[in-house]
């Protein structure tokens, strides 16, 4: 058997937890590389996911803090309908994916790890992408390190 080591993890297993919503206070800090932000527009942002279901796993959301979509204005829902886009675009320029999971999850029986802050995910994928860890071991194999793929997503903004 063959060891698979991800020793940043520990961080987030030991580590302190931060209080109140990350989907606010990342933007709200100027330090956008520190906090995932990849980019900003006037009422809703795109971030690196820190807990991806796969590399590149990027999340779209408004700065509006709210878990029901019926909250958020026209406008609000356009602009973000426009970074899903866009984050689709900057994915297929840097990592040139097979194709791409996008949704959201309402409501904690529909899957939502954060309630009250709505949030779509965009997550690229490439033939032959899911293995056998995710089933038996319930671990995902991320093949880049998160500032890595910041940098690199950067680039093709």
Known sequence: MQQLWAPWRIRYILGDRETGCFLCRAPQSADDAKNLVLLRAKTSFIMLNAYPYNAGHLLVAPYKHTGELDELAESELNEMTALIVR??????????????????????????????????????????????????????VIPQALDEMYAELRRHI
């Open 87 to 140: 984050a689709k675009q900057i994915l297929t320029r840097a990592l040139k994916p097979h194709g791409f999971n996008v949704g959201l999850n309402l409501g904690k029986t529909a899957g939502a790890g954060v309630l009250d802050h709505v949030h779509w995910h965009i997550v690229p994928r490439w033939d032959g992408d899911v293995n056998f860890m995710p089933v038996t071991a319930d671990t995902r």
